[in-house]
C-alpha cells in the first residue's frame, strides 16, 4: 500500500508538472535561507562555549558613575590579582594586555634578507592562560611555554609566515620597537570554536618592560579574567566585591563613601561577551544580539511564506484531483487513508525541497560569507545534529504546509466529487486568502525594513562629520627613529607638490580616543572625564576643522602650560562662559585654552559628539597625516614609502586611507542590511510563485466566463483587470497591515543610533507601490494570456 501511494505521489508530481516545479522551488529556497541563517546564528551563539571552563571564567568589568558614567572591559592590571587574594572563591587569574602601538617583528633566516611584518593580533598574557583557556598546543610545552622571559607563542599561521615550513621551536623573532629579541616556546592552532578572545601571537607576562605600571590602581589597560572555585557562583562572589573595591582604592586615596558611590565592579560571564558587550575599551569588535534576533526572525518569516505557498498552491491544485478522490471514496477508501496519501506526497515534495535546498545552500555559501563576514561551511552542515534539524524542519514544514490541504481533499464529499463541481466559491478559499495576505505582508515588512537601513547607511555615508577625510593618507609612526626624524622626514614630504601639508596626530578619527578627567583651575567641582587627543598646529588645516573661537597652535609657542583647543561639547561639560586663557589640570599638568573648534565626529555616529581635548604635543603622535592634491593617490603613496624608506631604513612603512577606515565603521550594519536585500527578494519571489499559480488556477477556472465575456463584447484590458482586481485587493490589505508594524520595528532599530534618518510616509507608500508592482507583473501573465484566448477555444473547454 505504502508504495502504490508513493506510485501515486509520484505520478501526480510528473502529471502537474508547472504547479509542482513552482511549490519545490519556493520551499527550496524557503529551505536554503532558513539553513544559512541557522547556521549564522548557531555560529554566534557558540562564541566562547568551547572552553572546557566556560562556565566558570567571568571577565572583570568596571563601571565609573557620574554625569556620564562609562563601564569598561578593561581594568586596572593589578585588579585581578589582588581580588583573587581577597576573595578565595576565586581560583586563578589571567590578564591579558594589547602592547601599543601595534607590533612590528622581523625574522632573519640564514642567508637571507629580513621578513619584517606588522603585528595588530597579540597580547601579553599570564602564563595561567594556558590552562585556564586551554590553549591547544601543536608544539612546546604547554607547562612553560608563557613562564619563560622574553618568550613568544604563535599560532599556526604566524608560525608559517615567519618560518615557513622550518622549526618555528626556539627561533628568535626580534621585536623592532622594543628592540628584543623573542624565543619562540610554543605554537597553537586556532580554537575549534568562535571565541572573543582572538590573537596571532602571546607574549609572556615576565617580559612586560613598563614594571612601574602593573601596580597602577587608576589604569584600565588590562584584560584581567577569573576562574571560580567549581563550589562557587556568581553571586557569592559579587556579594563581596564592594568591600573589597572599598579596600582597593582607598590605597589610592579616595574615601569609602565616593567609591561606594562612583565605582562599581561586574564580573561578566565569558559567554555573554560577544553578544551583549559594547563597553569602553573593548578587546575587538563584538556582535549584536538584536542582529541574531533580526536573522532568527527573517528564516521563521521566510520558512513560513514558502510554507504558506505550499499550502496556497495545494489546495488550489486539490479541485483538480476531486474526481479521484470521489472513485477512491465510492471504493471504499477512508478519510484517514486518503490523509496519510496527502500527507506522504506532501512529504515527498518537501523531501525533493530539501535536495534542491542543499544544492542552493552549498552555491550560495561562499556569497553569504562575503555577505555577512562570517566562514560557514558545507562541511559544518553535514553534523548529527544538523541532520537532524534537517529532518525535523523537513518533516515539520510537510506536516504544517501539508495537513490543512490534505484535511481538505479527503473532505471532499462522492458525489460532489464525481460531479467535478471547481466552483470557486468554497470554504477554503477565505483561508487561501488570508494565507495570500499574510505571505506578501511579510513581503512589505521586508520591502521596508530593507529601505530604511539602505538610507540608514547612505546618511552615514554622506553626513558631514565637521571634517575633510577625503585625500587623507595616514601612516603609522613605527619606532623611535622614525619620530626622532619627524621632522625631516615632514620637509621630504613636502617637496612633493600632490603633498600640500602634513600634520601629526596621536588618535585618527574612527578609533578610540582615550579618557581622563580634567578640571579648571580654581573649580574643583566642574571636573570632567573627556576624550584626549595629541596634535600639532597642522592637524586642525589638514583635517579643514573650523576654529569657533580664538587661534590655532603655532609651531613656536612660549606659553607656561600646554596649549589646548576643546571643543563646543567640552566648553559645555566644563561651564566655561569664556573659555578662551582658562587654564585646566590634567594628567598632572596644567594646560591653557587657546581655542575652540566646532563640534566633529570623531566616533562612528553610533555615539553623539562627546567632549574633546585636542592638546599641542606631537611627541604623542603615532601618525602623519597627509593631505594629498589631484588623482595621483598611487603614485603618492610610493613617494611616502621610499621616502621613509630611505630616512628610516629599520622602520616599517604601514598607512590607511581615513575615508576607508570611517566607512569600516559601519560594516556590521552595511552587512545585515545586504543580507535583509538578499532575503527580501527572495520572500517576495517566493510570494510571487504561489501568486502566479493562483492567478493560472484562477483563470482556468473562468476560462468559460471570459469566452462569453469576450463575445458579449468585453475589452482585454476589462478582462485583465476583472481576473487581477481579487488578489491586487489582497496585497493592497496585505499592505495596510504590515505597515504599521514595520514602522514600529524600524523606529526600534533607528532608536540605537545617536544620529538616525527620520522615517517618511513616501518609504511606505514606495513599499506599497513595489509590492503591488510586482504583484500585478506576477499576475498579468496569467490574466493577459487567458484575456488573448480564442473565445471559440474558450467555450469548448471543459
Given amino acids: 500500500m505504502i508504495r502504490n501511494y508513493f506510485k501515486i505521489a509520484w505520478r501526480n508530481l510528473l502529471r502537474y508538472r508547472l504547479n509542482s516545479t513552482l511549490t519545490i522551488t519556493g520551499l527550496a529556497l524557503g529551505l536554503a535561507c532558513g539553513l544559512l541563517i541557522i547556521l549564522h546564528v548557531k555560529e554566534e551563539l557558540r562564541y566562547d562555549k568551547g572552553f572546557a571552563k566556560a562556565d566558570r571564567i567571568y571577565r572583570i568589568n568596571s563601571e565609573n558613575i557620574g554625569e556620564k558614567s562609562r563601564r569598561w572591559a578593561a581594568t586596572s592590571p593589578i585588579l585581578g590579582i589582588e581580588m583573587k587574594q ?59 611555554a608563557l613562564k619563560q622571559q622574553n618568550a613568544i607563542v604563535l599560532t599556526e599561521a604566524m608560525a608559517k609566515k615567519y618560518f615557513g615550513n622550518d622549526e618555528p621551536l626556539g627561533k628568535l623573532i626580534q621585536d623592532d620597537l622594543d628592540k628584543r629579541p623573542l624565543t619562540v616556546t610554543g605554537v597553537v592552532s586556532d580554537f575549534p570554536f568562535p571565541t572573543h578572545l582572538q590573537f596571532d601571537y602571546l607574549i609572556s607576562m615576565t617580559t612586560y618592560a613598563d614594571k612601574e605600571s602593573l601596580t597602577n590602581r587608576g589604569w ?95 489546495t488550489a491544485q486539490a479541485f483538480n484531483r476531486m474526481k479521484e478522490v470521489g472513485v477512491r471514496k465510492v471504493l471504499g477508501a477512508r478519510k484517514e487513508q486518503l490523509l496519510k496519501q496527502f500527507l506522504g506526497e506532501s512529504f515527498l515534495l518537501t523531501l525533493t525541497a530539501s535536495v534542491v535546498a542543499l544544492l542552493v545552500f552549498w552555491v550560495a555559501i561562499p556569497f553569504y560569507n562575503e555577505f555577512t563576514a562570517k566562514n560557514l561551511h558545507f562541511s559544518q552542515l553535514v553534523t548529527p545534529s544538523n541532520g537532524l534539524i534537517m529532518l525535523l524542519l523537513a518533516g515539520l514544514i510537510s506536516l504544517v504546509a501539508g495537513l490543512y490541504p490534505a484535511w481538505f481533499i479527503s473532505g471532499f464529499e462522492p ?34 525594513s530593507t529601505i530604511v537601513v539602505y538610507r540608514q547607511m547612505r546618511f552615514f555615508q554622506n553626513k558631514k562629520l565637521g571634517f575633510d577625510q577625503e585625500q587623507v593618507v595616514a601612516v603609522k609612526l613605527y619606532g623611535r627613529e622614525m619620530h626622532e626624524k619627524r621632522n625631516t622626514i615632514e620637509n621630504e614630504l613636502l617637496k612633493n607638490p600632490a603633498i600640500t601639508d602634513v600634520a601629526l596626530i596621536s588618535v585618527l578619527p574612527g578609533d578610540r580616543f582615550s579618557t581622563d578627567m580634567i578640571t579648571p583651575v580654581g573649580k574643583a567641582g566642574d571636573a570632567s572625564q573627556m576624550r584626549f587627543m595629541w596634535a600639532d598646529e597642522h592637524t586642525l588645516p589638514v583635517l579643514k576643522i573650523g576654529l569657533k573661537t580664538g587661534r590655532n597652535f603655532v609651531r613656536k609657542t612660549n606659553n607656561a602650560h600646554f596649549p589646548i583647543i576643546l571643543n563646543e561639547a567640552a566648553v559645555k561639560a566644563l561651564k566655561l562662559t569664556e573659555p578662551i586663557g582658562q587654564k585646566l ?180 507608500a514606495l513599499t506599497g507601490v513595489l509590492t503591488v508592482a510586482v504583484a500585478v507583473l506576477t499576475i498579468s501573465f496569467q490574466s493577459i494570456k487567458a484575456a488573448l484566448m480564442n473565445p471559440v477555444k474558450s467555450l469548448k473547454s471543459e
Fill in 220 to 314: 584600565s589597560g588590562f584584560y584581567n579574567y577569573v576562574l571560580l572555585n567549581s563550589q562557587v557562583s556568581r553571586s557569592d562572589v559579587e556579594q563581596r566585591i564592594p568591600e573589597f573595591m572599598v579596600k582597593f582604592y582607598e590605597a589610592k586615596g579616595e574615601n569609602r563613601n565616593e567609591i561606594l558611590a562612583t565605582r562599581k565592579t561586574h564580573l561578566q560571564p565569558i559567554t555573554e561577551i560577544h553578544l551583549h558587550s559594547k563597553l569602553e575599551k573593548e578587546m575587538g569588535p563584538n556582535g549584536d544580539i538584536l542582529y541574531v534576533y533580526v536573522f532568527s526572525v527573517a528564516a521563521l518569516f521566510i520558512l513560513l511564506v514558502a510554507s504558506v505557498n505550499f499550502i496556497n498552491m495545494a
Fill in 415 to 448: 458525489v460532489t466529487s464525481l460531479k467535478g463541481n471547481r466552483s470557486p466559491v468554497s470554504s477554503v478559499t477565505l483561508v487561501r486568502k488570508g494565507l495570500i495576505v499574510f505571505q506578501f505582508a511579510v513581503s512589505v515588512f521586508m520591502i521596508f
Fill in 585 to 764: 589640570v590634567s594628567y598632572g599638568d596644567t594646560g591653557e585654552v587657546v581655542g575652540v573648534v566646532n563640534d566633529f565626529h570623531f566616533a562612528s555616529l553610533h555615539t553623539a559628539v562627546e567632549p574633546l581635548v585636542v592638546v599641542q604635543y606631537p611627541d604623542q603622535a603615532n601618525y602623519f597625516l597627509l593631505k594629498i592634491h589631484g588623482d595621483k593617490l598611487p603614485e603618492t603613496v610610493q613617494f611616502a614609502r621610499s621616502t621613509l624608506s630611505r630616512l628610516s631604513p629599520e622602520s616599517l612603512f604601514s598607512y590607511t586611507f581615513l575615508d576607508e577606515k570611517l566607512a569600516r565603521l559601519y560594516d556590521s550594519e552595511q552587512r545585515v542590511g545586504h543580507v535583509l536585500n538578499v532575503f527580501a527578494v527572495f520572500a517576495i519571489f517566493i510570494s510571487c510563485l504561489g501568486l502566479f499559480s493562483l492567478s493560472a488556477y484562477a483563470a482556468q477556472l473562468r476560462t468559460k466566463e471570459v469566452g462569453i465575456r469576450k463575445v458579449l463584447g468585453a475589452t482585454v484590458s476589462g478582462v485583465v483587470i476583472l481576473l487581477s482586481k481579487d488578489f491586487l485587493r489582497l496585497v493592497v490589505i496585505a499592505t495596510l497591515l504590515a505597515s504599521p508594524l514595520a514602522w514600529w520595528a524600524m523606529g526600534q532599530w533607528l532608536n540605537g543610533f545617536a544620529y538616525a534618518i527620520e522615517m517618511e510616509w513616501w518609504m511606505l
Fill in 86 to 144: 581577597a576573595i578565595p572563591a576565586i581560583q586563578t587569574v589571567v590578564r591579558f594586555h594589547r602592547p601599543y602601538p601595534d607590533r612590528v617583528f622581523s625574522y632573519t633566516p640564514a642567508g637571507h634578507e629580513p621578513r619584517q611584518f606588522e603585528e595588530k593580533k597579540g597580547f601579553y598574557a599570564d602564563s595561567t592562560a594556558v590552562d585556564v583557556f586551554d590553549l591547544p598546543f601543536v608544539k612546546g610545552d604547554r607547562r612553560t
